[in-house]
């Protein structure tokens, strides 16, 4: 079952009649991404892109979801305006497939029937990246905004009902606020004023809201496991035991190597492979290379990647996707500290591994250390 106003249809119409691509960002998205160093992010009803375009003008690498190709219209143009690259996709965010890990997953004012926002929220809680956020912003069920309907009532929230609905994720926050300063309404009943101002800020009154923070923790999913390995190389083996790698030894390699392999696909299938410089920050490692060279045109058609140190005693092998990663000042001051040499401001052409599984052992202690995670 849907609301009456959880249609294609519906939001299509609505977005229609209004005559300016507005909500710009809002008020609880500052608050909650405002000081996050900028990664992968995707927003769930995206509507006309307010909070996706913001996100992207602070370094986010955002993907923007909604259901009505004319909201996604509006957002592209809203993205060009401003210059800067969001991927719109046109997609119920219901049964919606997040595409890899994502440190923020956003959602403001989609209004679900309860069982759809459930499915949508578990779908955006296995898509969150170790260490990633879920922010969900709705009309809450104490304070229902005018001309709602008594059946739509159903769609509005609890910070309860929602925390409940984030399987497995710390909560960080979960109340009831009174009205965000920035948020343009986009309801039934309200439209748009032609001679709205791009550059003031929306000053709606929403009523009560829900908003409701979930954070994946970063440990859990550093649990050492033993690899598959063939019967006769022994891991598993009783008579040895497990002695598991700990992950902070992987990381003390990891940030303190000088040289990295990291393995791409050609686009004829067969291997490649290079030697690289690269920095362990923010639990994933990082190096740049040039945008024309082979790993990187292999990385366009193809992300997965293995990445692995020199040593063949302390062994560790770590395996993922690459993608593009804004060149921090954290990263660029550990890289140039570690090899000499200045990058510049903005350097481009810097990828971060995406972990997702890893590996490591002693040579001389084999059966007994090798260790694997999987995120
Ligand atoms: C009230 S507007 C909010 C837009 C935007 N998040 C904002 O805060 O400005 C709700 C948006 O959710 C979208 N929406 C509603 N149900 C959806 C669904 N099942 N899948 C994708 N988008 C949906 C609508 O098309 C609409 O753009």
Redesign the pocket.
């Given at each position: 079952m849907r609301s009456d106003t959880?249609t294609v249809e519906f939001?299509n119409d609505t977005?229609s009649t209004m005559g300016h691509t507005f909500?710009d960002y809002?008020q609880a998205l500052m608050d909650c991404a405002g000081n996050l160093e900028p990664g992968r992010a995707l927003?769930?009803?995206?509507?006309?892109g307010?909070?996706a375009v913001w996100l992207a003008e602070r370094g986010w690498q955002v993907t923007g979801?909604?259901?009505?190709d004319v909201?996604i219209e509006k957002a592209r143009i809203r993205a060009a305006d401003k210059r800067v690259e969001v991927e719109f996709v046109v997609?119920?965010?219901?049964v919606y497939r997040p595409d890899g890990l994502y440190d923020l997953i956003t959602?403001?004012?989609?209004?679900?029937w309860p069982e759809?926002r459930a499915r949508m929220l578990a779908n955006a809680a296995r898509a969150l990246a170790p260490g990633g956020r879920i922010l969900f912003v709705s009309h809450d069920k104490s304070s229902p905004p005018s001309g709602w309907s008594r059946k739509d009532l159903e769609s509005l929230t609890t910070p309860d009902e929602v925390a409940a609905e984030l399987p497995g994720l710390r909560i960080e926050r979960a109340q009831v606020v009174e009205e965000f300063a920035a948020?343009?309404e986009?309801?039934p009943g309200h439209e748009e004023t032609e001679d709205h101002d791009d550059h003031e800020p929306d000053l709606h009154f929403h009523g009560a809201t829900t908003v409701v923070i979930g954070v994946k923790d970063k440990t859990e999913s550093h649990v050492p496991d033993r690899p598959q390995m063939p019967a006769g190389y022994g891991v598993g083996d009783p008579q040895y035991g497990f002695e598991p790698i700990q992950w902070s030894w992987v990381v003390e390699r990891m940030t303190d190597a000088r040289n990295y392999w990291v393995a791409t696909t050609r686009a004829d299938g067969s291997p490649h492979l290079s030697p690289v410089w690269g920095v362990w920050h923010g639990d994933a490692f990082h190096f740049f290379t040039d945008e024309d060279s082979f790993k990187a045109r292999n990385i366009r058609r193809d992300p997965r990647a293995v990445v692995h140190l020199e040593s063949g005693d302390e062994v560790v092998v770590m395996e993922g996707t690459l993608e593009s990663a804004v060149a921090t000042p954290d990263i660029l001051s550990a890289y140039e500290s570690k090899y000499g040499v200045s990058l510049g401001h903005e350097p481009e052409g810097l990828y971060r591994l995406r972990l997702s599984k890893a590996l490591a052992w002693l040579e001389s202690d084999f059966p007994k250390t090798a260790t694997r995670w999987r995120f």
């Open positions: 959880d939001w977005w909500s809002d927003d769930l009803g995206c509507g006309s307010g909070n979801v909604d259901f009505s909201a997609s119920d965010a219901t959602s403001f004012y989609i209004h679900l759809h948020h343009a986009c309801r």
